[in-house]
């Protein structure tokens, strides 16, 4: 309790406490737009609950996560070599998780562009509620590591990692929503959204692989190609109004 209490009046501690929210939320994006994108699919009445589930899911990941934070902080070590590069069991997560990322990415965007009669038929079906949850857990245990190992690297002290990450998934939960139903009244911004998972697919392999790609980079890009849309959307209604 002494010690919550001097964290507690740390100004040091708080400049951390929001460093580390703000990168959390920031993180959380990429799990947020997944999670939009494949519960769309679902039956309507199994959409809000499905996000629910998937975003408690993180919540709890991640909390479970940093109760075995020192033995998240050794997954770091190499165990093994391969073309002089040490991999870890984080870099073979990494890569498990980017693979999956483009593999779904990929097959979305197959079904978007130029579905055969069959994959109609499927699509109309709908995704099943129990495929769709093993799918966002997957990824959220890969959001989740590489979450913790950066909150790890920010500060020592558990209880400043346990409130940002408490916060940040809160914001998750009040954007899913709003995110979901964007994303579904505009199809453009779907293959947009792929496009970004394809992107932060291919990160994570190269992370794996020990090229760091500054996620400023890669943040920027998602920016800069929302604002041409946003702009694309506006022209569109603007012709549409005239």
């Known amino acids: 309790m002494d010690g919550l209490l001097m964290l507690a009046v740390d100004p040091a501690a708080w400049v951390a406490l929001v460093t580390l929210i703000v ?20 039956p309507a009445a199994q959409q809000v609950p499905a996000r629910r589930l998937g975003i408690g ?59 055969t ?21 997957l990824l959220d245990l890969v959001f989740s590591l590489d979450s913790i190992i950066t909150a790890v690297g920010m500060t020592p002290h558990v209880p400043i990692m ?11 939960l009040l954007a899913a929503t709003p995110l979901s ?19 932060i697919g291919m990160t994570l392999i190269a992370e794996a692989f020990g090229v760091h790609v500054p996620k400023g980079y890669m943040y920027a890009a998602m ?9 694309n959307m506006l022209a569109r209604r603007a012709r549409a109004g005239r």
Do not use: Y
């Open 223 to 231: 920016a800069f190609s929302a604002l041409v849309e946003g702009l």
């Open 23 to 42: 990168m959390e939320v920031v993180l959380g994006i990429d799990n947020l737009i997944f999670i939009s994108i494949l519960t769309n699919r679902l």
């Open 181 to 199: 139903n964007f994303i579904a009244r505009n199809p453009t911004i779907v293959m947009l959204a792929l496009g970004f998972l394809l992107m």
């Open 117 to 137: 009669p069959e994959e109609k038929k499927s699509t109309s079906k709908g995704l099943g509620f129990g495929a769709a949850i093993i799918q966002i857990l």
């Open 57 to 115: 899911l993180a919540l709890i990941l991640r909390l479970g996560l940093l109760s075995i934070i020192a033995w998240i902080v050794q997954l770091t070590t190499p165990v093994f070599v391969l073309f002089d590069h040490g991999f870890s069991w984080r870099d073979l997560i990494l890569m498990a998780g980017g693979l999956f990322l483009v593999w779904k990415a990929t097959t979305e965007i197959h079904h978007n562009v130029d579905p």
């Open 162 to 172: 346990v409130v940002a990450v408490i916060v940040a998934v809160s914001a998750m």
